[in-house]
C-alpha cells in the first residue's frame, strides 16, 4: 500500500501539478498573443505555443462542446480544465488511495 502512496507522491502529484502550470502558462501565451506583446512570426515563440496548444486543447476540445466561448471572445472551458486538475489532485486520487487501503469512511 505504501507503495501507491509513494507513486502518488513522486509521479502523480508532480506531473498534475507540471499540467496545471502548463495550462496556466497556455493562458498566458494566449493573452500575449493576442494584445500583440508577442509575435507569432518568431519560430521560438511559435514552437512554445504550439506545444501549449498541442498539450492543452485535447483537454478543453469536450468542455468547449458542451459549454462554448461566451461571444465567441470568452472561453471558460480552460478556467474548468484548471478546476478538474485541481479537484483530481487534491481530492478525487486521495478518496481513490484511501478507499484502495481500505480506510473507512472515505468514499
Known amino acids: 500500500?505504501?507503495?501507491?502512496?509513494?507513486?502518488?507522491g513522486y509521479f502523480i502529484q508532480p506531473l498534475l501539478t507540471l499540467l496545471f502550470f502548463i495550462v496556466f502558462a497556455y493562458v498566458?501565451?494566449?493573452?500575449?498573443?493576442?494584445?500583440?506583446?508577442?509575435n507569432m512570426r518568431n519560430a521560438n515563440v511559435r514552437a512554445v505555443v504550439g506545444f501549449l496548444n498541442a498539450v492543452v486543447e485535447p483537454m478543453c476540445r469536450p468542455i468547449r462542446r458542451i459549454i462554448p466561448p461566451l461571444n465567441g471572445v470568452l472561453d471558460l472551458s480552460v478556467?474548468?480544465?484548471?478546476?478538474?486538475?485541481?479537484?483530481?489532485?487534491?481530492?478525487?486520487?486521495?478518496?481513490?488511495l484511501y478507499a484502495i487501503a481500505g480506510v473507512p469512511g472515505a468514499v
Open 28 to 38: 498566458i501565451a494566449s493573452w500575449l498573443v493576442a494584445f500583440g506583446v508577442i
Open 79 to 96: 478556467l474548468l480544465v484548471l478546476l478538474i486538475i485541481t479537484f483530481v489532485k487534491d481530492w478525487a486520487i486521495w478518496q481513490l
Open 1 to 8: 500500500m505504501s507503495f501507491l502512496f509513494a507513486l502518488n
